[in-house]
């Protein structure tokens, strides 16, 4: 069996899957354009945000499987990958620690302006007048939106700031501390901090809009390591500027397929804005977790034709 890694990923796994028989391709800098040129009769195409088109899955003769190794999978054309009877897996839980030691990241960065902070004194300026103005996160109540597995690994790390945790979501996990709101307006009211953890889908696009951004308490923080589109850029812009809202965000609109390159964004040079390069999954212990995962959907695939983790 024949294996398109089409992504940055672990070498010691990809030797593993070659200790298994597996065929490895590996071409980590495919992007959206060209992803059809190198499925040929891989069974399998790996990917993380690479964008897997109709194109690249009508190009697999013998395609049966496409997985992310990650989380989200709207990089994924599901639709058509259905429609030829071809699986989409992902990962789930395997970087949410990740992402969520990001998203604490995130939270101290804004209140205490951390990235300003280095980039004045590598200007040789000097300001900690300015920079002593801190709130302080303890005892500030933080609103998580989706409480799933990232949800779930956050709350706990904000408990342990001392923060109250309060949680909105369809399904309601019992025993981790938080209080649910029913309502997410009034969660949005209630809290000092939101932070976003839904999945991108027609239900999600600009939920957060004027409207709920107008809902947030002045000077609260807005943290979305989720997806781009959850957020409506031009709302969050004017929500900034006019009410104090601060935000930090993972994801935008735009953001580049590769992993380097030039960077436009609506987002960029604006004060209370910091966005990060998508980096909420990155560490190395969650791309090993999420590459083991990955292997064993394969090997469970080539040794008993079972489809792990199949999302369509
Ligand atoms: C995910 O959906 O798993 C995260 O957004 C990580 O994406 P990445 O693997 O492209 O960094």
């Known amino acids: 069996m024949k294996v398109l890694i089409a992504d940055k990923f672990p070498e010691n796994h990809i030797q593993t899957l070659k200790e298994n028989g597996i065929d490895v391709v590996y071409e ?23 964008v897997v088109n109709q194109a690249a899955i009508d190009a697999g003769s013998n395609l049966k499987i496409v997985i992310r190794a990650g989380s989200g999978y709207n990089n994924i054309d599901v639709k058509a990958a259905s429609a030829k009877g071809v699986a989409v897996a992902n990962t789930p839980g395997k970087n949410s620690i990740a992402v969520a030691e990001l998203a604490m ?3 101290v960065s804004l209140d205490r302006r951390i990235p300003d902070n280095v980039k004045d004194f590598n200007c040789s300026v000097w300001n ?3 920079y002593s103005k801190a709130e302080g996160i303890f005892g500030k109540t933080l609103g998580i ?10 709350a706990k790390r904000a408990q342990a700031f001392g923060m109250k945790v309060i949680g909105y979501d369809v399904i309601k996990t019992e025993g981790i501390g938080i209080e649910y709101s029913d309502n997410v307006e009034k969660l949005i009211a209630a809290s000092d901090v ?13 939920m957060f809009d004027e409207k709920l951004l107008g809902l947030m308490k002045k000077g609260a923080m ?3 390591t989720s997806r ?8 969050l812009i004017k929500a900034v500027k006019e009410n104090g809202i601060l935000a930090a965000v993972d994801v935008f609109k735009g953001e580049p397929e590769g992993k380097d390159g030039a960077v436009t964004s609506k987002l960029q040079n604006i004060d209370g804005i910091y966005v990060t390069h998508h980096i909420g999954a990155s560490t190395e212990q969650a791309q090993d977790a999420v590459a083991e995962e990955t292997v064993k959907i394969i090997l469970e695939f080539k040794n008993t034709g079972k489809v792990l983790n199949k999302v369509n």
């Open 28 to 50: 980590a800098k495919a992007g959206e354009n060209d992803l059809a040129n190198f499925v040929k009769d891989a069974e399998f195409i790996v990917v993380r945000s690479t």
């Open 105 to 107: 990241g995130l939270i």
């Open 128 to 130: 900690k007048a300015k």
């Open 145 to 154: 939106i989706g409480v799933g597995n990232i949800g779930k690994e956050i």
């Open 194 to 206: 939101i932070t976003l953890h839904v999945p991108a889908n027609p239900q999600t696009k600009g």
């Open 222 to 224: 807005l943290i979305n």
């Open 228 to 235: 781009a589109d959850v957020i409506d850029e031009d709302a």
